[in-house]
């Protein structure tokens, strides 16, 4: 199962790891067991005997089978790899080796998730997406507990229960499931305008990744380094993945929600599966701490960003995710992320909602998985060797020796012992003030940043935005919490309140007392340097009997060397009938999959599978769709024909590729950079309403 790239971590699991195979089943004492169908009574029809063990271990077991599941986050998925620094460039900075030792890898275990919806919701919500690294460190575990949004949506931690009620199913009726879009969080919203950043990238098509290998993750917070001396440096961490920033659009990841509400869960096994590992690169903004005030935002306010073009973002290494979990429960499930799980080198700083993590990811730990042992659990059990006097407790699993189990002591000789060089030591921040309840000042600003996002935002994406305030907005049923919002968003643009209001049939409002400031940063839309590539983008080949076999053989093989992934779809599994009457084999019935799980649609040529699949309206809509959903199409001779059957008129339109099926190498190359260039929203853009 294992390959040379095994991390110590794997190692350390091999411990925890149960194969079922050539063994015999047994009780939870070791005895074997010689029935596990027919629970034992007297006589055949008799009623079941207390005696019976091995029946109620079974039941008792299977009862208690649950643990309360994350009170937000509860849907993820996970994977194994590694991050590696490129170089010793942050050496000094911070005391962390493993983000100063270049070449060394650390392993990792990353989680990805969904905010709103319980465990069992679908993938593709529009949402946050959390992106939680672990750090297996020889240093101890450092747990980098991030989102795909560089923003948060409050300031201060005492608000995080008042948010998430509000973004939750209603107490009420306990609906909608996994959703934005109903009036307490946007009653939320409109009385507590901090959220207005952030409601911002939720309403862009950031809350509606592709992928997770397609997402950025950012640790939000501003962090600190902390070199050798003690001196400090503000830092903010980002992952920027390699294969682009890319998303879906609305209308189909609400049908995917239907058709496959395990879209990216699947997608990232499988990638892994396939030996696509997922990449990211580790970036730093790093600000001197005589710096801290020479912005026109707080450091310590997490709904603001440090745009790019004030501070690089300087990459320092990469990870990569190359294994999947053996057991979603013992891994995915019970990993346990804190804020507060730090390594020397790496420190805090003030910021409230920081400060509140640090607070509520132990107390969650300890409810959700039953105990303060933990972090014995092995996929949260540190590579670095653990010690201290810390007894007792559910479920203690280690045996711990001598008498020792207080410090100081004598009976143990002072062990474990305190300090040394590696030891964690805090930076020295002087602080002092009066008590208070009081947001900084500092803190005032809520739209300068949301300005600058909408600014920065091409034509296609803030089409998207305002689309997504109408639907969530037209979803909201009190007029005054739509009022409240479009009041809001004057601040942030009158044009973006104007287009969001008439959409909802709403007076336009006012002129902001603040004009839109004009400024914008370039890095922020997914427009900017996007990397184009074909590589594990699905795409759909359309067949039916006759069809040209050559075409099918040659565009497959030539996208498959891309790294496009394909699969054939015909009229049914198994095989159609090609042209020359060879069989071509299909991968899936056409029925079985949907044109919204795939990336592009191409339909090779021949007279008969054309006819065919323009009869169909399944294959017919396969086209309608993607057209409607910006994807790249592909048609090759007689399939030309599919194109007016879907009402897709001459053209030309961006993103569609006509071949004539003479040269289908030259057509598939067209065809391949159009699927690199992921979405042609060029075609939408004029058919959204003003
Ligand atoms: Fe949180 C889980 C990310 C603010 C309290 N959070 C959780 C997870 C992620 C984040 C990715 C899931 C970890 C996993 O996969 O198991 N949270 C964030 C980010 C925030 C943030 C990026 C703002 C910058 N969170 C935040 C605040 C609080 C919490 C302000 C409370 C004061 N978060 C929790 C929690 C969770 C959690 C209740 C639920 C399950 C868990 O911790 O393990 O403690």
Redesign the pocket.
Known sequence: MFGDDRTDKDRQLDDARVDYQDTALTTDQGARVDDTDNSLRPGERGPTLMEDFHFREKLTHFDHERIPE????AR?SAAHGYFEPYGDGLAAFTRARFLTTPGLRTPVFV?F?TVAGSRGSADTVRDVR???VKFYTAQGNFDL???NIPV?F?QD?IK?PDFVHAVKPEPHNEVPQASSAHDTLWDFVQLQPETTHMMMWLMSDRALPRSYRMMQGFG??TFRLVDAEGRGTFVKFHWKPKLGIHSLVWDETQKIAGKDPDFNRKDLWEAIETGNFPEWELGVQLVAEEDEHSFDFDLLD?TKIIPEELVPVQPVGRLVLNRNPDNFFAETEQ???HIGNVVPGIDFTNDP?LQ??L???L???LI?LGGPNFSQIPINRPLAEVRNHHRDGYHQMIIPRGRASYHPNSTGGGCPAVGGADAYTHFQERVDGHKIRRRSTSFADHYSQATLFWNSMSSWEKAHIVAAFRFELGRVVDPRIREGVVRNLRNVDHELASLVAAGLGAAPPAEAAVPNHGRSSPALSQDHAPVRSVATRKIAILVADGVDADQVKTAQTALTSMGALCDVLGPRGGAVRGSDDTPVPVTHALTTMASVLYDAVLVPGGQEAARALSMDGEAVHYVAEAFKHCKAIGVLGEAALLLETARIGPGPHPGVVVGTGDDVKGFTESFGAAVAAHRHHGRAVESVPA
Not at 70 to 73: A, E, G, K, L
């Open positions: 994350r009170v937000v986050h993820g989680r998730s959390g992106f939680a507990v991030g989102n948060f409050i931690g995080f939000v917070h997490a990993v346990a992320f909602l509140a993590r607070f509520s990811y107390d969650t730990q959700r």
